[in-house]
């Protein structure tokens, strides 16, 4: 059935009866003949071709979430927020994830299957790979990348947390680092880096581990037995803070006894560990939706936002112990 076919039983213009099947027949046609096409459309089964209307229109209706994994629920509360916002202008948000837990993995899907791209926490490599022919706003990626940006300052969630420890009497801190080619990640590096060298009597050490629970424990088994001078950890994510969590357990340490322990994310599991893990808050739906909000808005070139993360102090931090 077509509109055509439709038309020739009603025995009037096809334009007509695409108006109404659009809903934009007010003005244009009478109510009486609308309620005809409509009650005439339901009787013989016709349904608006949703896909050659998207054709038509140049658009799909479709937004890709591209992501590192699937694994994180980290990236679900990120696609909460912008699939909540899509709904409400009629567009679907799908996910797709980056090979592996690498973020350098291909994008085979053709530009003309979706509207636009928001790309998450994904290398500088893969967004030259994504933009190519595609409108895209990064979100929690490099904001020099010459495209409209959402970021949360990660800088400042790891500048406290390192504040926090030196307060606390800590000296020797140990940075658990992903070992991910990404530029929040990068950031994080950064800033614990920058801000020891604001406390010279403190001493710092980075550990790049893969998000792989098994080979993250096992290398940060490996860092505490070899240096017992560590009392701090600050992991980059709140699933590599539960691989310390077990390291710590594994090796007779007691948190925040022996090892006071931060994350970040501040994802459910947080609050639920034993002790509760103190973490830098991110606001990952706020993330989804503001980045959304950007791509309706048709700025996809120049914005920038910033925004800002909180400090969350719970029972896996203490001071020091006496040895």
């Known amino acids: 059935m077509t509109s055509k076919d439709l038309a020739r039983t009603l025995g009037v213009s096809q334009s007509t009866v695409s108006l109404v099947m659009a809903g ?68 679907g948000v799908i996910v797709y994830p980056l090979q592996g837990e690498d973020g350098k993995g291909p994008f085979p899907s053709p530009r003309q299957a979706i509207d636009g791209i928001l790309a998450c926490a994904v290398s500088a490599g893969s967004i030259d790979v994504l933009r190519d022919g595609v409108a895209m706003v990064a979100l929690d990626s490099d904001p020099d990348a010459g495209i409209c940006s959402v970021t949360m300052d990660v800088g400042a969630g790891m500048r406290s947390a390192v504040d926090h420890l030196v307060r606390l009497g800590h000296r020797h801190i140990l940075h658990v680092r992903a070992e991910r080619d990404a530029w929040t990640f990068a950031q994080r590096t950064e800033a614990f880096g920058s801000r020891l060298g604001a406390h010279r009597s403190v001493r710092g050490r980075s550990l790049a581990v893969p998000f792989d629970g098994a080979r993250a424990r096992e290398l940060i088994v490996a860092r505490l037995r070899d240096d017992s001078s560590v009392t701090a950890v600050i992991c980059d994510d709140d699933n590599l ?31 639920l560990m034993v002790p509760a893990l103190t973490t830098v808050r991110l606001p990952a739906h706020e993330l989804g939706r503001l980045g959304m909000e950007q791509f309706l808005r048709n700025d996809t070139v120049t914005a920038k936002t910033v925004m800002p993360v909180e400090f969350v102090e719970r029972a896996s931090v203490a001071g020091p112990p006496r040895r």
């Open 24 to 91: 934009k027949w007010r003005g244009r046609v009478s109510v009486k003949m609308a309620k005809k096409v409509l009650d005439t459309a339901a009787d013989m089964g016709y349904q608006l071709n949703l896909s050659a209307r998207s054709l038509r229109l140049g658009r799909t209706g479709t937004v890709m979430l591209v992501v590192p994994s699937l694994t994180n629920p980290h990236f679900a509360d990120v696609h909460s927020g912008a699939a909540r916002v899509g709904a409400d202008h009629g567009i």
């Open 241 to 271: 803070a539960a691989c310390a969590y077990s390291a710590a357990h594994g090796l007779g340490l007691s948190i925040p006894g022996d090892l006071s322990v931060i994350g970040f994310d501040d994802l459910p599991l947080a609050s």
